[in-house]
Structures are given as C-alpha cells and as structure tokens.
C-alpha cells in the first residue's frame, strides 16, 4: 500500500498523506466553441447542469471533525499543518457522466472548463469556452466515437484528443487549491475533497524552458525505459510532466500509485468499472455527477424513474474480504449487534458516519489487520538490566514473530484474493447459496479490499427482512475456500433510507429526529 505522512483532521475528514503524481491512464478531450455553443452541445449529453454551479461535497458534521482532532487525527509534526483555507467548488471543474440511449453509464469523466477571450474584440460572444473531459483511457475511445455521433454537421463546436499534449495530476494531503501558478489550473476533486487536488497542466508556461529538460527526467517512474532517461523529452505531455515534477518535488513527495489505492478505499469506481450500470446504482447523485432538476439529456429518462419512482437494491461500495479465522475488528461487531438488537440504521452509523471509515482511517485499519504497521515498540528496544548489562526483550522476540507470520498471511491472502476477485466474478454467501454482490474492481495494491456491487438488503440497509452477520462465509468466483466479507460505507456516503435505498430526505431526517427526543 502506498506510503502515508502524517495527515489532517478536517471538515471533510482525515486527509491521506502528503504527496503528488502524474496520471497516466488518463485521456483529455476537448470540446471548445464560442459563446455557449459547446456548453450546449455537452448540456445534452451530460448528467450534471453546466448552467448552474456544483454543489459542494457533503461535510463531516462539527461534532466529529472536534472528536478526530483530540484523538490525534492532526499532523503531529507542526511542519506538515497548513492553515485550514475555505474550499470552493465552482464550474471550472466538477464530475459527471455520459450515458447512452438505454440510460445506462458509458463512462464517467471530470469536466475542466476555461473561457479564452478574444484580445481582438471586446464582444464576450467572441470568447471561446473550452471544456476538457478527462476520462479514464479504457473508456476514451469509446466516449470520444459518442461525442462525434452526437455532433450535428452545422455544430459550432470543436472536437480534438488533446491527450499528448495535456497531463493531469493528484496532489494529496492538502485542501489548498487556491493560486495555481501560470499555465495550470487546479481544483480540488469535485466528488470529494478527501480525492485531493487535480491538477491540469495546460499553458505553454507549464512546459518549462530547453534547460528545464536537458537531459534529465524528474522522476524514473514518469519514462516508460531507461533509454529515454537520457534523452531530452520530444513530447508536450513529457515536457510537462517534468517540469511539473522539479517544481513539486521541493514541496510533496513523489507517490505514484497512491489514487488507485485512495479512489478503491474511498468506494469509488471509474471508467469500464461503470459501463452498462445506471448512475444511482454507481453512486453517481452521491458524488455530485448527477442533476435532477436540469432539462432533458440523452438517457435521462431511466435515471429520473430510478430516483423519483424506483427502489435502488443494489450499490457500489468497499468490502474487505478476510480468513474466517481472523478476528473481527470492533467497528463490525459493533454493527451486527445494533442489527441483531434491531435499532434503526445501525449499520450506517457504525459503517459510514464517522472519521475512522474515510480512506485514511480505512487504510490504517488494514495495514495493522494485514501486519503492514506495527506498534511503537516494534522491534523490541534493548533494555538494561540490574548489572547494566543490554538484554533483549523476550516478550519483544515473541511479537516479533508474531508480525512476521502476520504479515506472511496477510501476503497469501491478498495473492489468494486477486487471484478471483477479477471484475465480474459472483460473491455467494453459504447461508443460502445467494448471490449476494458482483467484483467491480480487483484489490487495491497491497490490500484485500474491492470494490463490488451488493445488494443492500443482505447489509442491512434495506428492509428488515435481512442482517448483515459478523460470523458470515463466502465463496469468491469459481474458488471453493471460504471468506468472510466486511463492507464499510465511505466517508460521502449521505443517510440512507432504508425503504428506498436513496438518499433520505431533510424531511425524513427531521421526523426521525423528533421521534427519537420522544
């Protein structure tokens, strides 16, 4: 699992570790025309309003950033606390979807806008607005063939893969997004700011000078051989990933692969992971991708029904697979106990409504169940005997060991587990022989845990029918050994109604409140 300094407990939860990256499975297409006409043409075809500004992420309530913060979820180190500035969500990024005729995800794509003025005319009809789409790769081809079928021959619009000459970045640990430097444009993750910053390198002031790239690349993991490691880069994409490199590297380190981890233990699938799902069962309302009161757009008709007259059975969300054997950490036993004594919604106040459940917490969690961290005396330090003399510890030994063989089956666990949670493979609990979920994503590196789509009755969190079961066993795939799964709602997950499977209304919040003061 990637590596985590110190992190902050904010408004929007414990923030992962300092760091930065270059996404590299990412495409940036862009759509641009004067006045209105691309926002228009994408109005059309996206799930999100382009004429009214995001709404912001939901956040932790007051009560539970205090509790975070006294029991240690600030930075120790005064050197990584950065004063606490107002996060702002507007229209110069948000997150969306495109869906096809059916209704149903072709992808999802983060959804950058700029406005270029015309210096030779003071007409603001004159200006160009662009839009990027930055898309996941395994789904760009696909999108970009959708875009041109829906682009009438008298479109006043432009459209253009501009993948080699745009790079995107993360940069973690911060909710600081204010004042890009020239040739940037930066936001902080529409979906949740927990995500982190985004990044776009997109001005010629981002590429840097020759003596910027002579000879050199930044970072051995932004070339694809070592030949090219002393070569000046030819391409706009390098020269910017470079150069953005030599100036983050005094301020965060480097830590590529950190958002495939983040994103999975955060429960939030992308790309291919969507394709010919509907958006309320990938969680897409929750993450600020969809609008219900804007116009009409190419396959709105089944995601309205889903939200105004349906019932959502079935979700995206985390789950971590472990032995059988294994000890079940307290959030989960707490959580079946409030199920079995039937106490409303006691699944979700253990699983998503507090800091331990955003990613950070999640992997911290995980680490020590997996023996990837030990405690502070790990080790065993040498201690003095009477006669003065150094003697080891034996209790120290014996823990020692313990962590070994800890992490040793941790190993074989996550070998055994991404060995068949591959995309598409069944989750069936032995209670019944059911069905219960489908893998979406296969283990986030270094992890056991998934992403996959579960019904949400078998949780807990619809009807009363069913409980969710500390002591569960499950089949994975065409493997025979059981598991055990534990799910855990993220951080932005909202209340759930558990008649409908929706977010609960304000009204419905406030009648449940009244009823519990009575």
């Known amino acids: 699992m990637a590596s985590k300094a110190a992190s902050a407990a904010t408004k929007y939860g414990k923030l992962w570790g300092r760091g930065y990256e270059t996404f590299k499975n990412r495409r940036i297409l862009s759509v641009s025309g004067t006045a209105d006409h691309a926002t228009t043409y994408l109005q059309g075809l996206v799930t999100s309003d382009l004429f009214s500004e995001p709404r912001a992420p939901r956040e932790e309530v007051e009560d539970a950033v205090i509790a975070a913060r006294e029991r240690g979820g600030e930075a120790s180190d ?8 107002p996060v702002r969500f507007t229209s110069k990024m948000r ?5 096809d005729h059916r209704g149903r995800i072709l992808t999802d794509a983060i959804l950058w806008k700029r406005v270029i003025e015309n210096n030779e005319s003071s007409d603001t009809s004159k ?3 662009e839009y990027f789409i930055d898309v ?15 682009t009438l021959r008298r479109s006043k619009i432009k459209l253009a893969d501009k993948s080699d000459d745009i790079s995107v970045h993360g940069v973690y640990g911060t909710l600081n997004a204010e004042g890009a430097p020239p040739g940037y444009m930066a936001a902080m993750d529409p979906r949740h700011p927990s995500m982190g910053m985004r990044i776009l390198s997109v001005g010629p002031e ?49 830590a590529p692969g950190t958002y495939s981890v983040l994103r999975k233990l955060s429960g939030i699938a992308e790309g291919s992971e969507l394709t010919s799902r509907t958006a309320l069962e990938c ?18 008709e089944l995601t309205a029904r889903s939200q105004f007259t349906g019932v959502v059975r079935k979700r995206i969300l985390p789950v971590m697979i472990v032995e059988t054997e294994m000890e079940v950490p307290r959030p989960w036993i707490m959580a079946s106990m409030i199920q079995e004594l039937g106490e409303k919604d006691g699944m979700e106040k253990i699983f998503g409504l507090t800091n331990e ?8 969690l995980i680490s020590m169940m997996m023996g990837s961290v030990a405690s502070s005396d790990e080790g065993g330090n040498p201690q003095d005997d009477n006669d003065g003399s150094t003697v080891e510890s034996e209790e120290a030994k014996q823990r020692q060991i313990e962590l070994q063989k800890l992490r040793e089956a941790g190993e074989r666990l996550q070998n055994e587990i991404s060995a068949l949670a591959i995309p598409g493979a069944s989750i069936v609990d032995k209670k019944d022989g059911k069905t219960i979920g489908k893998v979406i994503s296969a283990p986030a ?8 789509q579960m019904r949400l009755d078998r949780l807990g969190l619809l009807g009363n029918a069913e409980k969710w079961s500390r002591t569960n066993k499950i089949l994975i795939g065409e493997g025979t050994k059981e598991y055990r799964y534990l799910p855990y709602l993220p951080l932005w997950w909202p209340e759930i109604d558990t008649e409908t499977g929706k977010e609960k209304l304000a009204d419905e919040k406030n009648d449940d409140d009244e009823l519990d003061e009575l």
């Not at 003596?211 to 051995?220: K, P, Q, R, T």
């Open 78 to 85: 005064a050197s990584e606390v950065e004063e606490e500035v």
């Open 127 to 129: 200006a160009t607005t």
């Open 283 to 300: 969680n897409q309302e929750f993450l600020n991708a969809v609008s219900f009161s804007k116009g009409c757009y190419l396959g709105q």
């Open 357 to 364: 459940e955003s990613a950070d917490g999640a992997g911290s």
């Open 95 to 99: 997150s969306t979807c495109f869906l």
């Open 445 to 452: 590196p270094g992890t056991t845990v998934l992403l996959a």
């Open 136 to 150: 996941p790769s395994d789904t760009a081809d696909m999108l970009m063939d959708h875009l041109k079928v829906h």
């Open 206 to 254: 981002a590429m840097g000078n020759n003596a910027d790239h002579d000879g050199e690349s930044a970072n051995d993991d932004d070339i694809s051989n070592e030949s090219e490691a002393n070569e000046a880069p030819t391409t706009n994409w390098t020269k910017r990933t470079n150069y953005f490199s030599k100036l983050m590297n005094n301020f965060f380190p480097h």
